[in-house]
């Protein structure tokens, strides 16, 4: 599976209401080609940063799905989210590292993904539920899941697509997002 079918298939599966935050670089512009829409927060310039913002909105706002997307090279640029989310166990989180094993919004640099198991990381830190996606049909059953927080290490292809970047006004972006709060 590659990224665009991951994002499909997690956007597909996701409802018009749940947020989801994704990380910057091509995860973000593959999301924002997939399907644009007022839940969609699109993480751009700030490397690992997707699971803080995913949290904090988490915690403000309990009755609500936060599904997060990011890629491998993202979430090792701040690890110790996955602990801060462990301790917290919000069950409203639904995190899904797409992991291709290199950094390839940056020239496809090999990332540390093959020698530090992710998903073990995450079930160390706490998540309630850890799992490794290899095929489309463990996606889809990770999608089934109603009760996080949950962690899902997709392995994805290399392959890339040329999408073109969020064009959005990243103030719009901000607002768009503030706009939908359920405090």
Known sequence: MNRR?????????SSEEDLIVSSNGFTSRELFSVK????????????GLASSIALG???CNRGRRVVIIEGDANILMNLSSLVTIGARKPNNL???????GCNASTGGQETYSKSANLSEVA???????SELV?????????????????????????????????????????????????L
């Not at 999408?163 to 901000?174: E, F, I, Q, T």
């Open 123 to 129: 079930w160390a830190a706490g998540y309630e539920r």
């Open 57 to 59: 909105y988490c915690l």
């Open 36 to 47: 644009d829409r007022k839940n969609n927060f699109y993480m751009v310039g700030s490397m």
């Open 134 to 182: 290899t095929t489309k049909n463990q996606l889809l059953d990770c999608l089934t899941f109603r009760e996080g927080p949950l962690f899902a290490l997709v392995k994805i292809s290399t392959e890339e697509f040329q999408n073109k970047r969020v064009s959005m006004d990243l103030a719009l972006l901000a607002k768009r997002l503030m706009s939908n709060e359920k």
């Open 94 to 100: 639904f995190h899904f590292i797409l992991d291709n």
């Open 5 to 13: 079918e991951a994002i499909e298939l997690i956007v597909n599966h």
